[in-house]
């Protein structure tokens, strides 16, 4: 703003820059305006707006209960605090899923890994007729045969035992024998 | 004390009490009324209009006074609602797609010229039906500078634009006006 300006009043400025700007407009800020308001409005206008306050019921300002919360979400929303909110959520959900996974009740183990010694021998008493002595016997994991416990080893080599032939041979067993073959 | 030397800060202290309520309010509305309402009628042309828009611009300051924070002028407040409540009626008006000023698809210029209210020549009719067909808020500029004579200091404040931003929209306005004129040979 140049020093003129500055000591010119804003009716002075707005006429110089009409001037230059436009001098038809310049021309009619010289005439009336032209709206009329009616006689006394404004005298009256107190009062009336006076009255009408009065009689207007004061709207309460009913603040929804929710509101309160969606202004925390607008701060929780906000980038820095979405990144950490959402970096505490990640560490919880892995956090909680390890917890899950090692507490006790939880979904047993479905690898034949995790089974203990006392469930493997139990499943195999309980199911022993499904398995085949020579498997019985690899899984024994010692050397064992079946004339250390008094069978004839042509059993298992190609040669059939009646079933008369086998009880005899059970019948002579020791159960102890037969124990060792586990 | 004549009205216009009570200070925005006594009406404001006047306000903030329940007993003296009233009495600062009514202090208010002799400081800025006519004000408020020039420019308001300026927005919406039609006297009935502009009285209702003023009316409801007034209630809800006595209403929510207690808002006010004291960060602009008290008038700047003001300006603003009455800015505020005078777009809203006119965004009113439009969607219901009649006016009061316009009905019937008569041109504002002839309207006012009809109106009780308006005795201005055809120009300054003229003058109004141009303004109408400028944006809002172009035409508040032009408005606060061509009648209200306030500076560009003053305008950036109740605006909250800059004085640059200010005279360019105001030049603007000028030369859509003088296009108006000119095109009906209105010069």
């Excluded at chain 1, 209960?65 to 906000?78: E, F």
């Excluded at chain 1, 959402?86 to 090692?102: K, P």
């Excluded at chain 2, 209630?59 to 006010?68: E, H, Y």
């Excluded at chain 2, 109408?132 to 109740?158: C, G, I, T, W």
Aim: aromatic share 8%.
């Amino acid at each position: 703003m140049n020093e003129k300006s500055k000591d010119m009043n804003p009716k002075e400025e707005l006429r110089d820059e009409l001037r230059a700007l436009s001098p038809l407009l310049e021309q009619l800020k010289e005439s009336k305006e032209g709206f009329q308001v009616p006689e006394t409005y404004f005298q009256n206008l107190e009062d009336d707006l006076m009255q009408r306050i009065q009689w207007t019921p004061r709207q309460p300002v009913r603040t929804p209960w929710w509101q309160p919360l969606a202004a925390q979400w607008q701060i929780l929303l906000q980038p820095r605090y979405a990144m950490a909110l959402a970096s505490i959520l990640v560490l919880m959900a892995v956090g909680g899923y390890l917890i899950v996974r090692t507490a006790p009740g939880a979904e047993p183990c479905q690898d034949i890994a995790c089974l203990t010694v006392e469930e493997v021998r139990s499943y195999i008493e309980t199911n022993i007729h499904d398995f085949d002595t020579r498997t019985i016997l690899d899984a024994g994991g010692k050397e064992a045969s079946f004339e250390d416990v008094g069978l004839p080893s042509s059993v298992f080599e190609g040669e059939t035992l009646s079933e008369d032939e086998l009880l005899d041979a059970l019948e002579g067993l020791d159960p102890d024998d037969l124990e060792t073959l586990f | 004390m004549p009205e216009t030397a009570i200070s925005d800060e006594q009406i404001l202290g006047l306000m903030q009490h329940q007993q003296t309520r009233e009495k600062g309010f009514r202090l208010l509305l002799g400081k800025y009324q006519e004000r408020l309402y020039w420019q308001i009628r300026r927005m919406v042309l039609d006297h009935e209009d502009a009285n209702d828009v003023l009316q409801n611009c007034m209630v809800k300051v006595f209403r929510s006074i207690d808002q006010f924070e004291g960060k602009s002028a008290l008038y700047t407040w003001l300006f603003r609602i009455a800015t505020n409540e005078s777009i809203t009626f006119l965004n009113q008006r439009k969607k219901r797609g009649s006016t009061s000023l316009d009905e019937e698809g008569a041109p504002i210029a002839n309207r006012l010229q009809a109106d009780a209210y308006f005795d201005g020549d055809k120009l300054q009719a003229a003058l109004h039906q141009a303004l109408h067909a400028l944006p809002d808020k172009q035409r508040q500029v032009f408005n606060l500078r061509y009648f209200e004579e306030m500076s560009y200091q003053d305008m950036a404040a109740v605006l909250n634009t800059s004085e640059g931003a200010l005279k360019a929209s105001f030049h603007h306005a000028v030369k859509k006006i003088e296009h108006y004129f000119r095109e009906r040979g209105l010069e």
